[in-house]
C-alpha cells in the first residue's frame, strides 16, 4: 500500500456507540494531523502529532480522543457523538522540517464519512 | 489570529483561463499551499509559495504577494476534469506551523 489510507470509509453510528477510526501513512513522515471537513465549511484542524507527540489540541470536545501508538499510524477514538458531530474525517501526514515547517504540503487520505443518528 | 478568503464559486468554460484569488491574514506567514479536491475525494497538493511571485508547474500557476497577504492559482486551458474545489491553505510559525484552510473555491468547468 501507499499513501495515507484510511478507514473504514463510511460509519453510521449511534449516539451511545463507541468506534475507532484508524489511518496509516506509507510515507515514512513525521507529523500526522486530523482534520474535519463539514459541508460549505473550511476544513477544520484538530489534532497534530509531530514526532509521535501531540502539539495540537484544536478545543475539540473530549469526545473525540485522538492516539497515536507509532510515527505511521493514527486513531481517532469516537464516544457518545453528537448528529452535529457527521461530517468527513480526514487524516494527513507531512514531513515536518525542524526550522521551516513542511515543504511539500500535505497528503491526505480518502476520508472516514461519519454519520451519526 | 488567521482569517482566508476565496470566492465560493466559479464558472469558466473549457479551454480558456481561469484564476482563483485568495487573501489572507495571519501573524506569522510562513507558506502557502493550493490544494485540489474533487467531489468526495481528499484533497491532494497542487503547489507551494513562500516567496514573492509566480510558481509554474504545468498547466498550474500560483502567484504570491506577501506584503498584501494575496495569492492567486491561475489554470490554464481547462478540462472538464478541472472542475473541482479549490482550497488555499496557510501556514502560521506561530504555535507550532499550524495549517489553516479556507473554505474552497468550487471551480465548474463547462463545454
Known amino acids: 500500500e501507499t499513501g495515507v489510507t484510511q478507514t473504514p470509509r463510511h460509519l453510521v453510528m449511534g449516539m451511545t456507540n463507541k468506534k475507532s477510526l484508524k489511518c496509516e501513512q506509507h510515507?515514512?513522515?513525521?507529523?500526522m494531523y486530523w482534520y474535519k471537513q463539514s459541508a460549505k465549511k473550511p476544513l477544520e484542524l484538530m489534532f497534530v502529532?509531530?514526532?509521535?507527540?501531540?502539539?495540537e489540541n484544536n478545543s475539540v470536545p473530549s469526545r473525540f480522543s485522538p492516539e497515536c501508538p507509532n510515527s505511521s499510524h493514527l486513531f481517532l477514538h469516537l464516544h457518545t457523538l453528537q448528529p452535529e458531530d457527521s461530517a468527513l474525517y480526514l487524516c494527513?501526514?507531512?514531513?515536518?522540517?525542524?526550522?521551516?515547517?513542511?515543504?511539500?504540503?500535505?497528503?491526505f487520505g480518502s476520508g472516514t464519512r461519519l454519520t451519526v443518528v | 489570529g488567521q482569517n482566508i478568503d476565496q470566492p465560493t464559486e466559479m464558472t469558466a468554460t473549457e479551454g480558456a483561463i481561469v484564476q482563483i484569488n485568495c487573501t489572507y491574514q495571519?501573524?506569522?506567514?510562513?507558506?502557502l499551499f493550493w490544494y485540489q479536491q474533487h467531489a468526495g475525494e481528499a484533497p491532494t497538493f497542487l503547489s507551494y509559495?513562500?516567496?514573492?511571485g509566480l510558481e509554474e508547474k504545468g498547466r498550474f500557476s500560483s502567484f504570491l504577494s506577501r506584503s498584501k497577504g494575496y495569492s492567486y492559482l491561475l489554470l490554464k486551458e481547462l478540462q472538464m476534469k478541472d472542475s473541482a474545489s479549490y482550497l488555499c491553505?496557510?501556514?502560521?510559525?506561530?504555535?507550532?506551523?499550524?495549517?489553516?484552510f479556507g473554505a474552497g473555491t468550487r471551480l465548474f468547468v463547462k463545454a
Open positions: 502529532y509531530n514526532f509521535k507527540e501531540q502539539t
Open positions: 494527513a501526514s507531512s514531513q515536518v522540517l525542524p526550522r521551516t515547517g513542511e515543504l511539500y504540503g500535505y497528503t
Open positions: 495571519t501573524s506569522g506567514f510562513n507558506g
Open positions: 510515507l515514512g513522515h513525521n507529523a
Open positions: 491553505a496557510v501556514r502560521d510559525r506561530n504555535g507550532g506551523f499550524k495549517t489553516i
Open positions: 509559495n513562500v516567496l514573492d
